[in-house]
């Protein structure tokens, strides 16, 4: 079994949610417990973790970890999109603090069998949650040139996109495409990565199909959407993101709820009816300090974004 992940800004996260004595956090990616393990350890005794993840093996493992706060925790398995209907079927109607710590966490990357590794060689899965029906293989098989190049163009910024579908089809003619190492080759052969840099050239080819596999974007959408009405006053929206597409969610998100009313602007009073909800507390994305991202290079490309609830 892997080592546990180790979790990126502990101490800006535990800055930043600056919960006081008591009342419900929301941890909506839970992963291996890190997080949360750092937030009880250093808060009152009477503040409370709500955890959330769609992986059961992520759970189990964080079930342990996290032995001692038992009476503080409760581990929920579910989807982040989920967050307003899991909260509440737990009878939680308000909240002090929310936590998103997204992207995929080390036993994940490292576990070969869950094919979202490169380096390892697996089955082609990438599912987070190992019960839901379509992997990453099966998209290969099912869908369509253009929306396969899609995927690849959109989640994962390739600008290669069509020449990659090209070459699977190519493989597809003569075999199936069913472990991490050969799509990983066959993308090799035509995506060269620049000579300045180590990331691989599949790389992006791989993020595109994990997002898709677990409808990352969209899940993000729905959390966001059904946090506001949970907030508290002065409750603090606490985002790490590790890839743009999901930092530019984050950033919108926050801005538009900051600025509250739609409207055009040359309307001279506001008909669409929206209020400011958030207060953004962070101008630019707080990053890993060099120290942690040489201690844990994964973390290099964190950016942590947070916003505070207001209620005008």
Same mark, same amino acid.
């Given at each position: ?5 180790? #979790? ?5 996260? *535990? ?14 990616? *839970? ?22 993840? =769609?992986? =059961? ?9 996290? @032995? ?19 909260? +509440?079927?737990?009878?939680?109607? =308000? ?21 979202? @590794? ?65 799509? #990983? ?23 595109? /199909? ?13 959390? /966001? ?5 949970? *907030?508290?006053?002065? +409750? ?22 900051? &600025?509250?009313? #739609?409207? %055009?602007?040359?309307? %001279?009073?506001?008909?669409?009816? =929206? ?8 101008? &630019? ?13 994964? @973390?290099?490309?964190? &950016? ?9």
């Amino acid at each position: 079994m892997p080592a546990y992940h180790e #979790s990126v800004m502990k101490n800006e996260v *535990l800055h930043y949610l600056n919960v006081h004595m008591e009342g419900v956090i929301v941890d909506g990616t *839970l992963g291996d417990g890190g997080h949360t393990e750092f937030i009880l350890k250093n808060t009152a005794p009477k503040i409370r973790v709500f955890a959330i993840d =769609r992986d =059961r093996s992520a759970i189990e493992r964080a079930k342990k970890r996290l @032995s001692p706060f038992r009476d503080r925790v409760t581990l929920t398995h579910g989807n982040l999109g989920d967050l307003k209907s899991l909260a +509440a079927q737990h009878g939680i109607t =308000r909240i002090v603090g929310l936590l998103m710590d997204l992207g995929v966490s080390s036993p994940q990357l490292d576990t070969p069998e869950r094919g979202f @590794s490169i380096q390892h060689d697996g089955p082609l899965d990438m599912r987070m949650n190992p019960s839901q029906k379509t992997s990453a293989a099966d998209l290969l098989k099912e869908l369509s040139d253009a929306e396969l190049a899609a995927i690849i163009k959109n989640f994962g910024e390739e600008r290669y996109s069509k020449r990659i579908v090209r070459a699977i089809r190519k493989e597809q003619a003569e075999r199936p495409i069913t472990t991490t190492g050969q799509l #990983s080759r066959i993308v090799a052969r035509v995506v060269t990565s620049p000579r300045h840099t180590r990331i691989h050239p599949a790389t992006r080819t791989f993020q595109a /199909l994990r997002i898709a596999v677990n409808d990352e974007l969209e899940q993000l959408k729905l959390a /966001l959407q059904g946090v506001i009405g949970l *907030l508290n006053s002065t +409750a603090r929206l606490v985002v790490i993101s590790f890839h743009s597409l999901e930092d530019r969610i984050v950033k919108t998100f926050f801005r538009d709820e900051q &600025k509250g009313c #739609s409207c %055009p602007p040359k309307i %001279p009073m506001c008909i669409c009816g =929206r209020t400011q909800t958030l207060k953004i507390l962070t101008r &630019k994305p707080i990053v890993p300090s060099e120290e942690e991202v040489a201690r844990n290079p994964r @973390s290099i490309s964190a &950016k942590l974004r947070v916003a505070e609830r207001i209620y005008v």
